[in-house]
């Protein structure tokens, strides 16, 4: 599976768009990007997963370039609740397999 | 949610015991992980699984094996516990559309 490239921390304001970035240069074309985020203490938690096409659902929106090289997760409205690290993973859909997380991105979301 | 469960949930043991972990799924999920989780790093993958009897490893794995006799149940045993393997254990399974789904966790403190 490809590596990802997450910076380690973000500020996010209330009420705000929250932008994580993920670069994944050496995605290959039948990797798919997934998000997932983990709240303190708990088991992570999916998002959203996408392969070229913008994906969008009840919690956030996905945007990938078109050379798939990076992508953007977008919280629209970011909550206090919202506040968690998050992860960007890129793998082959449908296959087990070494699921290699990295450091991830820790969102604070601030009144 | 997948209906996992972890247990225990809490277990202080001492330096030198063995110590299994148990993770039990009951929705038929082929692909079953387990990852540790320490301040400061993200989740890091011990072992993970395939499908009954077929197992490998992940990026930790030295100090623990796995058996997965069952669909339903994979379990990570500490053959002789250090205070090294002091971490909170995380199970995770896969299910349809890629989603990844997370038991609660296990707090393992090795005194």
């Known amino acids: 599976d490809a590596k990802t490239t997450q910076p380690p921390s973000m500020d996010c304001a209330e009420g705000r768009a929250a932008n994580l970035p993920c670069n994944h240069s050496?995605?290959?074309?039948?990797?798919?990007v997934y998000w997932y985020r983990q709240i303190h203490s708990q088991g992570p938690q999916y998002i959203i997963h996408?392969?070229?096409n913008n994906e969008t659902n009840e919690m956030a929106s996905l945007i990938i370039t078109e050379d798939r090289k990076s992508s953007t997760l977008i919280l629209p409205h970011a909550t206090l609740r919202d506040t968690a690290v998050y992860y960007c993973?890129?793998?082959?859909?449908?296959?087990?397999?070494?699921?290699?997380f990295g450091q991830g991105t820790e969102l604070s979301v601030k009144p | 949610d997948a209906g996992i469960t972890q247990s225990p949930r809490h277990k202080v043991t001492e330096t030198g015991t063995p110590v299994t972990l148990r993770c039990h799924q009951t929705?038929?999920?082929?692909?079953m992980y387990w990852y540790r989780q320490d301040p400061g790093h993200g989740l890091r993958l011990i072992h993970y699984?395939?499908?009954?009897?077929?197992?490998d490893k992940g990026e930790v794995s030295d100090g623990y094996s796995v058996s997965r006799s069952k669909t339903e149940d994979f379990l990570l045993t500490l053959e002789s516990a250090t205070s090294s393997q002091t971490s909170v254990y995380f199970c995770?399974?896969?299910?349809?559309?890629?989603?990844?789904?997370f038991g609660s966790g296990t707090q393992l403190s090795v005194l």
């Open positions: 993973i890129v793998r082959v859909p449908n296959q087990g397999g070494k699921l290699i």
């Open positions: 050496t995605i290959s074309g039948n990797e798919y």
């Open positions: 996408g392969l070229k």
């Open positions: 929705e038929n999920h082929r692909y």
């Open positions: 699984s395939y499908g009954v009897k077929d197992t």
């Open positions: 995770a399974t896969q299910g349809a559309v890629e989603k990844l789904f």
